[in-house]
């Protein structure tokens, strides 16, 4: 089945740690997001990469890292230097970031930090 | 930086009722999508919104999109159970070009 996975589901951490998260998708999509969901927040964009070994800060990229060294990965991980970590994460990715097209989106990792 | 917006953020009806969320961009958009999102679950793809004053309908629900590409809305005519969960707008700015920015989002339940 070709789909975007997140795991695991369910992450905790005790705090102080760093933490990677991981998205791996076989649509062969160029494109892959990162996204934070808090409660009334909506989505707001951690990182962003339109192609491999290349990607772009959005609009709450501190205390979070990312890397793309291939097309099907786009782990995300969350360092220490991250005052609120915990919160359900979402990844995506797009065929194309440049065209106008659907965004699909991993089932979450909800990662609490204690 | 590009900013979109939603209201309501929380809407209740009752089962058969209409419902309707508004989404308004700071900048003008190249594209509208809508997303649904059910309780515990992760944004799924509901329609793409391109050309100014667009209008797509699926079934009970009704796209629209502005004439100026900055403003889009969703109205579902006749609400059931099965349209609980929160509804995203998301869009890209035609000029700061990739990143797919989405609103609040307008979390919507029903009662029977």
């Known amino acids: 089945d070709g789909g975007i996975t997140q795991s695991p589901k369910y992450l905790f951490r005790k705090e102080g740690q760093n933490v990677t998260l991981s998205c791996e998708q076989n649509l062969n999509h160029d494109a892959m997001y990162w996204y934070r969901q808090d409660p009334g927040q909506g989505l707001r964009l951690i990182y962003y990469?339109?192609?491999?070994?290349?990607?772009q800060k959005g609009d709450i990229a501190e205390g979070y890292s990312v890397s793309r060294e291939k097309k099907e990965s786009f782990p995300l991980t969350v360092t220490s230097a991250q005052k609120n970590p915990t919160a359900f994460y979402l990844c995506?990715?797009?065929?194309?970031?440049?065209?106008?097209?659907?965004?699909?989106f991993g089932q979450g990792t909800r990662l609490t930090v204690v | 930086g590009q900013q979109v917006m939603q209201i309501p953020q929380y809407q209740h009806v009752q089962e058969g009722e209409d419902f309707t969320t508004y989404c308004n961009s700071s900048?003008?958009?190249?594209?509208i999508q809508w997303y649904k999102q059910r309780p515990g679950g992760h944004p799924v793809f509901l329609i793409q919104l391109v050309k100014s004053g667009e209008v797509k309908k699926q079934k009970r629900l009704t796209f629209q999109f502005g004439e100026a590409k900055k403003n889009s809305s969703l109205h579902i005519t006749a609400t059931q159970t099965t349209d609980v969960g929160t509804y995203f707008c998301a869009g890209r700015d035609h000029q700061a070009g990739t990143a797919l920015i989405f609103g609040k989002g307008t979390t919507l339940s029903v009662s029977s």
């Open positions: 900048t003008t958009l190249s594209n």
């Open positions: 995506a990715s797009c065929w194309d970031g440049t065209m106008n097209t659907e965004a699909f």
């Open positions: 990469s339109q192609i491999v070994n290349d990607f």
